[in-house]
């Protein structure tokens, strides 16, 4: 009884919702969207409806367009979206383009079919109340395995906080004893699902010199580093701060490695540079992961050193579980804070 209660209150209800979008032109989207509103009871929200032909949503009966549904599902969860087309002799095309644009959302991605047989048959279908819909895309990890991730995350973070509390100290003034400026260094980064997030680091540039923007990337034996830097770096103590990060729930002890929005490599933004990129927004970013105790770490010079890293990153999603997070934890101490990879 106690427990019907809680689960009916407005709060926990919103809270537990799933919230779809549909994406879509035509009267169907529309009937879908009423039916979602009005018949799915507490389960289902609706999100909005999305206009796939206009860039802007400019038509007053939609909650925008595209980027819209892009810009605003980095703020508000969004659990499913449905592609919805009227016209079965172009469903082909606007499924690619909106299945395409709309890969770095953290979302599951649902067809629902016309009376086209185009569409590929092999794909699984679900069913929303009586609606059959193929899935496209489903998000990497369930609700479930985000939350054991998360409570593994910040247990072993505020621990590690605990039992690394001297050594902090101990780099704090060793930091301010060797040049002028800050103890710890900010930069914005890009996490899960796209969102921009502050990333905490002990200060390892001259504080004249430092890059806030990472429109240079760290090289070998760069001159901005200072010479308690080079240490740091070499040893990965830098990044222990972000173990503050993780308990602020912006990132995660294992995940692909955050990077600044203006990071470039073979002279290409790194969205633009590889489609597949933008898949790694799909979990946090990590203070460490698969493809840094494999190697792919550092600079990024050329596009092979970006397909390699995300390579690695997008095994790690697929692979994920609780003892393979461990592992990696495990190897990163054996492999990165006693190799020479860092700088």
Not at 44 to 62: H, I, K, M, P, T
Not at 101 to 123: A, E, H, Q, T
Not at 311 to 334: A, G, N, P, Q
């Amino acid at each position: 009884m106690i427990l019907t209660f809680i689960l009916y209150q407005p709060a926990v209800v919103a809270k537990l919702q799933r919230k779809i979008a549909v994406v879509g032109v035509g009267s169907v989207a529309f009937h879908l969207a009423k039916r979602i509103s009005c018949d799915a009871g507490h389960t289902y929200g609706l999100y909005g409806v999305f206009n796939a032909s206009v860039g802007d949503g400019a038509d007053g009966r939609f909650s925008g367009g595209l980027d819209d549904l892009i810009h605003r599902s980095r703020r508000d969860p969004l659990h499913a979206i449905i592609l919805v087309c009227s016209d079965a002799n172009s469903e082909d095309e606007f499924i690619k383009e909106a299945g395409l644009k709309l890969r770095p959302v953290l979302s599951d991605i649902y067809v629902m079919p016309s009376v086209n047989d185009s569409i590929d048959g092999s794909m699984p279908v679900e069913y929303l109340g009586p609606v059959a819909l193929l899935v496209l895309q489903r998000r990497p990890l369930t609700d479930f395995q985000i939350f054991e991730k998360s409570v593994l995350d910040f247990f072993l973070a505020i621990f590690a906080i605990i039992f690394l509390t001297p050594l902090f100290v101990l780099v704090a003034v060793t930091i301010k004893l060797d040049s002028r400026g800050p103890v710890f260094f900010r930069q914005p980064r890009l996490g899960k699902n796209g969102r921009e997030f502050m990333v905490y680091k002990f200060r390892s540039m001259h504080a004249n010199m430092s890059d806030v923007m990472a429109d240079r990337q760290t090289s070998r034996n760069d001159p901005r580093v200072t010479r308690i830097g080079k240490w740091l770096r070499k040893l990965s103590i830098d990044e222990i701060p972000q173990l503050f990060n993780v308990v602020q729930g912006d990132m995660s002890l294992v995940g692909p490695r955050p990077h600044a929005p203006h990071t470039r490599a073979g002279g290409q933004l790194l969205d633009d540079a590889l489609a597949e990129y933008v898949l790694r927004y799909h979990v946090k970013p990590g203070i460490t992961g698969w493809a840094q105790i494999n190697g792919a770490r550092g600079e990024l010079v050329t596009l092979e050193d970006l397909k390699k890293r995300v390579t690695y990153d997008l095994e790690y999603i697929r692979r994920w579980s609780v003892f393979f997070d461990i592992k990696i934890m495990v190897l990163t101490v054996v492999r990165e804070v006693f190799s020479r990879h860092a700088f």
